[in-house]
């Protein structure tokens, strides 16, 4: 036998298993490239992106949200003490009182109410940073020092 038609049918027998080879790996690209349910890995790719893109804005949104609720809870008040006190010897009950009202920031008011049989006074004093320009009395200065101690 003539070594050429060896090669030839060598040549031939390996052409042929090639041939296998690509139509197998043909169905199993075919196999990749469609879902289970008949979609592309185009379509799935790019619903993917669209979700994924989705999801960037919507995160975006609640950190501006999340930033805008932060700067109003600086604000907002939030610390509270009350105080509740007898002005006068004669009167009894404890039924004054001095409430401090502050922020994150130590802004905010005492209200102070002094009960006498007679009447009721009523006073408010701003206070800033933690301090007021009026004299507070001294259960005001503890209804304030409650309040800024609970922020």
């Not at 992106?49 to 989705?54: A, I, L, P, W, Y």
């Not at 008011?109 to 006074?121: F, Q």
């Amino acid at each position: 036998m003539d070594y050429t038609l060896i090669a030839l049918l060598a040549l031939c027998l390996i052409t042929i298993i090639l041939i296998i080879m690509i139509i197998k790996l043909h169905k199993r690209l075919v196999a990749f490239t469609r879902g289970n349910n008949g979609s592309s890995l185009e379509t799935v790719i790019t619903e993917l992106h669209n979700t994924t893109s989705k999801v960037i804005n919507d995160n975006k949104k609640q950190q501006q949200a999340i930033s805008s609720l932060t700067k109003k809870s600086e604000t907002s008040l939030r610390g509270l003490g009350i105080i509740r006190f007898n002005p006068f010897k004669e009167t009894g009950g404890n039924q004054s009182f001095a409430l401090a009202l502050t922020n994150e920031r130590g802004d905010g008011v005492v209200i102070s109410s002094l009960y006498a049989r007679e009447r009721l006074n009523v006073f408010a004093k701003p206070v800033v940073r933690g301090s007021s320009e009026y004299t507070l009395s001294n259960e005001e200065q503890q209804a304030l020092s409650e309040s800024l101690n609970s922020n």
